[in-house]
Nanobody
Framework: QVQLVESGGGLVQAGGSLRLSCAASGRTFSNYFMGWFRQAPGKEREFVSTINWSSGSTYYADSVKGRFTISKDNAKNTVYLQMNGLKPEDTAVYYC??????????????????WGQGTQVTVSS
């Protein structure tokens, strides 16, 4: 049974930083993708960033490019999302997700098989 457990959310002022962590257990994601999505109240879940566990290739949504950085620790089976320059519009529940299949391209949201419970990020103005 795969489990993804997020941590690191909280309340921060605009311009501040947070680092989210997602620890995976039950399997390793070698050659697969682990990523972050977010969902704000009244909005659909949207892609934030993802990383290919094997190659280290990273992908970002345009809205976070240059401010957020995704990284991984193979030994800890953990993926991180460093968020700098936070804006009120970044307020959302952030979800960690992992694929159970190899993809040679960035996976679509529906192609992620495993999801965490989410962690709240609130950015005050």
């Amino acid at each position: 049974q795969v489990q993804l457990v997020e941590s690191g959310g909280g309340l921060v002022q605009a311009g501040g930083s947070l680092r989210l962590s997602c620890a995976a257990s039950g399997r390793t994601f070698s050659n697969y993708f682990m990523g972050w999505f977010r969902q704000a109240p009244g909005k659909e879940r949207e892609f934030v960033s993802t990383i290919n566990w094997s190659s280290g290739s990273t992908y970002y949504a345009d809205s976070v490019k240059g401010r957020f950085t995704i990284s991984k620790d193979n030994a800890k089976n953990t993926v991180y999302l460093q968020m700098n320059g936070l804006k009120p519009e970044d307020t959302a529940v952030y979800y960690c997700a992992g694929t159970g299949t190899y993809y040679s391209r960035r996976p679509y949201a529906y192609e992620y098989d495993y999801w965490g419970q989410g962690t709240q990020v609130t950015v005050s103005s």
